[in-house]
Nanobody, 117 residues
Framework: QVQLVESGGGLVQPGGSLRLSCVTS????????MSWVRQAPGKGLEWVSH????????YYADAVKGRFTVSRDNAKNTLYLQMNNLKPEDTALYYC??????????WGKGTLVTVSS
């Protein structure tokens, strides 16, 4: 079955960096666009980034543009999110998700990122 497993979250100081990974299985990864979505404590879901199946085009929310970089390794069935210059408002549970029409059909369980001094 389809599985998405995130890792790489943790506690980091403001201005620091983290790299999230999402290892996938159960589907042909290279055929699908992929997304990162986050949920801050007490808030709703917020789309973060989107990458085409080939990796040729990427898209970012304004809140993370210039600081986050999404990438993928189709040979390893893995999605990445490099996060630099982290801010306290980036604190959230970060999910890897597979887009499907106007939503997402599969989600990982998330990895927690906490930005605090």
């Amino acid at each position: 079955q389809v599985q998405l497993v995130e890792s790489g979250g943790g506690l980091v100081q403001p201005g620091g960096s983290l790299r999230l990974s999402c290892v996938t299985s159960g589907f042909t990864f290279s055929n699908y666009f992929m997304s990162w979505v986050r949920q801050a404590p007490g808030k709703g879901l917020e789309w973060v980034s989107h990458i085409r199946n080939s990796g040729s085009k990427v898209y970012y929310a304004d809140a993370v543009k210039g600081r986050f970089t999404v990438s993928r390794d189709n040979a390893k069935n893995t999605l990445y999110l490099q996060m630099n210059n982290l801010k306290p408002e980036d604190t959230a549970l970060y999910y890897c998700a597979r887009p499907y029409y106007n939503g997402m059909d599969y989600w990982g369980k998330g990895t927690l990122v906490t930005v605090s001094s």
